[in-house]
T-cell receptor, first 113, second 111 residues
Framework: DTEVTQTPKHLVMGMTNKKSLKCEQH?????MYWYKQKAKKPPELMFVYSYEKLSINESVPSRFSPECPNSSLLNLHLHALQPEDSALYLC????????????FGEGSRLTVL | GQQLNQSPQSMFIQEGEDVSMNCTSSSIFNTWLWYKQDPGEGPVLLIALYKAGELTSNGRLTAQFGITRKDSFLNISASIPSDVGIYFC???????????FGTGTRLTIIP
C-alpha cells in the first residue's frame, strides 16, 4: 500500500463552522505533513509531525489545529475560517523527517463561504 | 522566505518534442527533487538527486543536480499527452524537515 488517503475530497463550510480534514497512510512512514496550495502556486508547508510529535508549525493561525492520533493518522481541525483560507489542503508522508521524498494525497478542496 | 525560481513558467509544445526546464536558487541545497502535479491531484515524486553533478533518469525523464548545488535541470524526451501538468522542483537543506518548492513550470501539449 503506497497511498496517502485524504477525506473528504471536497468541503464547503461557513465561517462559523467546525470541521476536520483527515489523512491516513499505511506505509509505516514516521513523518506526516499538511500543506496548503492556492491555484497556480506551489504547496506551502503548514505543519510537520515527526514520530507523532509536532516538529514544525509555520506560524499558521490558530484557527487551524493539527492532531496526530497515531503514526498512521493526521487530522486538521478547522474553526472560524476566513474565505481566504479556501484552498487545496494536501497531506503528505515520508519515511523519515529529513527526506524530501514525500508521498502526497490527492488533497481536500476547501471552500469557505 | 526563500524561493526557487523555475523557468520557463509555462511551455506549449507538440507531442514528440523534447522538453527542458530548470530551477535556480540563491542558496545551496543538499537534495534536489522534481515533482509533477496533475489537475485535481497531489504532487508525485519523479526524481530525487543527492549529489552535486549527479545525473539520474526515470524512463524518459532525466534530471541533473547542478555542480554549484544552486540549480537543477529536468529534461523530458519525446513528450506524450500524459506529460501534461505542472512540474515543481524542490530543494532540501541537510538535516532540515522543510522542503522549499519552486514556482512551477506548466507543460501543455498542443494537438
Amino acid at each position: 500500500d503506497t497511498e496517502v488517503t485524504q477525506t473528504p475530497k471536497h468541503l464547503v463550510m461557513g465561517m462559523t463552522n467546525k470541521k476536520s480534514l483527515k489523512c491516513e497512510q499505511h506505509m509505516g512512514h514516521r513523518a506526516m505533513y499538511w500543506y496548503k496550495q492556492k491555484a497556480k502556486k506551489p504547496p506551502e508547508l503548514m505543519f510537520v509531525y515527526s514520530y507523532e510529535k509536532l516538529s514544525i508549525n509555520e506560524s499558521v493561525p490558530s484557527r487551524f489545529s493539527p492532531e496526530c492520533p497515531n503514526s498512521s493518522l493526521l487530522n486538521l481541525h478547522l474553526h472560524a475560517l476566513q474565505p481566504e483560507d479556501s484552498a487545496l489542503y494536501l497531506c503528505a508522508s515520508s519515511q523519515g523527517p529529513v527526506t524530501g521524498e514525500l508521498f502526497f494525497g490527492e488533497g481536500s478542496r476547501l471552500t469557505v463561504l | 522566505g526563500q524561493q526557487l525560481n523555475q523557468s520557463p513558467q509555462s511551455m506549449f509544445i507538440q507531442e514528440g518534442e523534447d522538453v527542458s526546464m530548470n530551477c535556480t536558487s540563491s542558496s545551496i541545497f543538499n537534495t534536489w527533487l522534481w515533482y509533477k502535479q496533475d489537475p485535481g491531484e497531489g504532487p508525485v515524486l519523479l526524481i530525487a538527486l543527492y549529489k552535486a553533478g549527479e545525473l539520474t533518469s526515470n524512463g524518459r525523464l532525466t534530471a541533473q543536480f547542478g555542480i554549484t548545488r544552486k540549480d537543477s535541470f529536468l529534461n523530458i524526451s519525446a513528450s506524450i499527452p500524459s506529460d501534461v501538468g505542472i512540474y515543481f522542483c524542490a530543494g532540501l537543506h541537510f538535516g532540515n524537515e522543510k522542503l522549499t518548492f519552486g514556482t512551477g513550470t506548466r507543460l501543455t501539449i498542443i494537438p
